[in-house]
Every structure is written in structure tokens, then in C-alpha cells.
């Protein structure tokens, strides 16, 4: 059984940086892309960053790029997020997710295990 566990979230002020940690049960996390989804209250849950298995692709959408940088740590089984310059509109509950194979993926239906999630919240 695959688990994922968020952390990392809370209150910061807009401009702000936290960062999200994602651990991983099993031995193959190593041979899949990981991802990091968002979903803010009434919105549909959209894609933030994905990372590919070897870490050296990396993918983004366009109201994060610049400010968030996902990377990953195969021996730690651990996945991170650096949120920097938070702005308000980044208030959101953090979802981090597995690929269902080794590539990027901006689809949520192309990853099929899921954390909790982690609450992040922008004061301005």
C-alpha cells in the first residue's frame, strides 16, 4: 500500500515562503514522476509542479512558475515544493500525488495515489 503525507503548510504573510515536504511509503518511489495539485475552496483541483522520476524534468503552471520550485530527494522517498513571493490567490489546501508512470503529467487523472493534503494559507 502506497502512502503520502503532506507538511510543511500554515499562515504566511503574501510575500512570504513555506515549503511542503511529501514522504513516501514503498521502495519504488524512485521510478515515478511525482506532482504537487492544489485546489482552493469552490475550485476545481488544478495542477501546480510535477518532477520527473530522474528529477532533471520539471513542469509548472504559468501562476506559479518563477516563484515555486519542486524537487526531490529518492533516498529520503521525499518530494518538496519551495513556495516563494506567496501571494493570496495561493491559498489552497496542497495535494501531492504519484504518477502513474515515469513522465510529466498536467492531468490529475494521470496520477493515481494521493496525500491528504496540507493547508496553506496567504494572508495580505
Known amino acids: 500500500q502506497v502512502q503520502l503525507v503532506e507538511s510543511g503548510g500554515g499562515l504566511v504573510q503574501a510575500g512570504g515562503s513555506l515549503r511542503l515536504s511529501c514522504a513516501t511509503s514503498?521502495?519504488?518511489?524512485?521510478?515515478?514522476?511525482m506532482a504537487w495539485f492544489r485546489q482552493a475552496p469552490g475550485k476545481e483541483r488544478e495542477f501546480v509542479a510535477a518532477?520527473?522520476?530522474?528529477?532533471?524534468?520539471?513542469a509548472y503552471a504559468d501562476s506559479v512558475k518563477g516563484r515555486f520550485t519542486i524537487s526531490r530527494d529518492d533516498a529520503k522517498n521525499t518530494v518538496y515544493l519551495q513556495m516563494n513571493s506567496l501571494k493570496s490567490e495561493d491559498t489552497a489546501v496542497y495535494y501531492c500525488?504519484?504518477?502513474?508512470?515515469?513522465?510529466?503529467?498536467?492531468?490529475?487523472?494521470?496520477?493515481?495515489?494521493w496525500g491528504q493534503g496540507t493547508q496553506v494559507t496567504v494572508s495580505s
Open positions: 518532477i520527473t522520476r530522474s528529477g532533471a524534468g520539471t
Open positions: 514503498g521502495r519504488t518511489f524512485s521510478i515515478y514522476a
Open positions: 500525488a504519484r504518477a502513474r508512470g515515469s513522465y510529466v503529467a498536467r492531468n490529475r487523472h494521470d496520477y493515481d495515489y
